[in-house]
């Protein structure tokens, strides 16, 4: 059986839309091909907006969930036509996080999959999260399904996001969790300084580490913490906003990609990686990567830039697969639930 899927993704670093067209087949296992792929940057006012979303009325936010549906169906649309794609399945939409907290049974992505769908014509797979915050798991990281089942032969999957995560096999079962703040900060910091994201970490690399703040970063519970856990906007205001003010962007980029590196480095020795794939926007900082890899044995490989850019989208894409077949596609033993289970509405 093959299936030709459209994956959203638009992650808390808020760097654009990746949208991904996907041809999945079976025969011994899974196998893709990425046949098209793409980023779109959020113009200004849509990156203010999601940025600001969390502090929306109920009624606004409604509105705006509405409206971001929209939206994804006019960028699917344009990304169909551009391309000149032919027999899309369905749709499998993340949506863009506003609220997450698990412990209170609760989780919230923009993006109404009835509005992408009236918007594409095409059926759509959306709300991802919210049966595993329901049985009780954290509702992340969910990509560890297509960690397991189109990535088998590495130690370890590590993605550098808005959050850095980690997928991996430990004794027969796969874990994952979130491990530290990565381009959610650094791209805020950059920001600060005119320019959208810190570029191969050259702005870190004329900024000072600031030890005080790095040991207390260093010391905050979350890493005190075992698997599997996950972080949220909520935990950077929470925690982390109120020890960062009055201080110099450059500085802050320096500490906090320096933080990255400790984090990131201590779990691949913790756990006595071999090898591990590194995807997700991150993985262009190469004063970053150079940091991680002078603290680590772990050979860290990274693969073609279509796997770096778009492995969320992809994997969004093969979990609506999953979802059509009424196939496991989130696994307890990495978000906590109570089973593993198949998550996602059809709209």
Not at 186 to 198: H, M, P, Q, S
Not at 305 to 326: C, V
């Amino acid at each position: 059986m093959m299936y030709q899927v459209i994956g959203l993704m638009s992650g808390t670093s808020l760097d654009g839309l990746d949208l991904c067209f996907v041809r999945f087949q079976k025969n011994e296992k899974w196998q893709f091909e990425i046949l098209q792929a793409e980023t779109i940057p959020y113009p200004i006012d849509w990156e203010e907006k999601l940025r600001n979303s969390i502090l929306l009325s109920s009624e606004e936010l409604l509105e705006f969930h509405s409206e971001y549906g929209f939206y994804l169906g006019k960028q699917v649309n344009a990304f169909i036509q551009k391309y000149q794609l032919e027999n899309v399945d369905f749709i499998a939409s993340h949506g863009h996080t506003v609220f997450h907290n698990p412990k209170k049974k609760y989780t919230f992505q923009l993006g109404d999959g009835m509005a992408l769908k009236a918007t594409t014509g095409i059926p759509v797979i959306y709300d991802f999260r919210s049966q595993d915050v329901i049985l009780g798991g954290n509702g992340a990281p969910l990509v560890p399904i297509g960690d397991e089942l189109l990535f088998k032969e590495y130690s370890a999957c590590l993605n550098l996001g808005g959050f850095s995560n980690i997928s991996m096999k430990k004794e027969g079962k796969r874990i994952a969790f979130d491990i530290c703040p990565v381009n959610i900060m650094l791209n805020r910091f950059a920001a600060e300084l005119g320019k959208k994201y810190d570029e191969n970490g050259l702005l870190a690399r004329n900024g000072i580490v600031d030890a005080e703040l790095l040991s207390f970063l260093n010391a905050l519970d979350f890493y005190s913490q075992g698997p599997p856990k996950s972080l949220g906007i909520e935990w950077v205001i929470k925690e982390i906003n109120p020890i960062i003010l009055n201080r110099k962007p450059e500085d802050l980029l320096a500490t906090f990609t320096e933080h990255a590196a400790v984090q990131i480095s201590k779990v691949f020795n913790t756990y006595a990686l071999k090898n591990v794939l590194v995807s997700g926007g991150g993985t262009f900082n190469s004063y970053l990567m150079e940091k991680v890899q002078r603290k680590t044995q772990t050979e860290i490989i990274i693969p073609d830039e279509k796997i770096i850019h778009f492995k969320e989208a992809l994997i969004f894409a093969f979990m609506g697969m999953l979802r059509t077949r009424n196939e496991i596609n989130v696994l307890a033993s990495a978000t906590g639930s109570i089973k593993d289970h198949s998550s996602g509405i059809n709209a």
